[in-house]
């Protein structure tokens, strides 16, 4: 069973800037998508951005040009470059991975990293 962990998380104050990172677990697998959600307080949780195989990213338009998802393949990782954050930024950050298996796909979800940017 591939395992996800995510660290970097934290508390700062608008334009301040974090860096989170989730890996996985060694396995037989490949990695499609990997991509970045966000939960703020009594909300649903949103995708952030995303990253596929080939290296091309999607990010959602409240984030474009100050957050960088990127990935590297040697480690099974992703990561989450958050530059000029905003308190709307706040939430719980879960990173969200697409392994591929001999006999399918499966989508495991990490277990989520505090992020809170104060005014």
């Known amino acids: 069973q591939v395992q996800l962990v995510e660290s970097g998380g934290g508390s700062v104050q608008a334009g301040g800037s974090l860096r989170l990172s989730c890996s996985a677990s060694?396995?037989?697998?490949?990695?499609?998508?990997m991509s970045w959600y966000r939960q703020a307080p009594g909300k649903q949780r949103d995708l952030v951005a995303t990253?596929?195989?080939?290296?091309?990213?999607h990010y959602v338009d409240s984030v474009k040009g100050r957050f960088t998802i990127s990935r590297d393949n040697a480690k099974n990782a992703v990561y989450l470059q958050m530059n000029s954050l905003k308190p709307e930024d706040t939430g719980v950050y879960y990173c969200?991975?697409?392994?591929?298996?001999?006999?399918?796909?499966?989508?495991?979800w990490g277990q989520g990293t505090q992020v809170t940017v104060s005014s």
């Open positions: 990253i596929i195989s080939g290296g091309a990213t």
């Open positions: 969200n991975v697409d392994f591929q298996f001999t006999g399918g796909s499966v989508v495991a």
């Open positions: 060694e396995g037989s697998f490949s990695i499609n998508a």
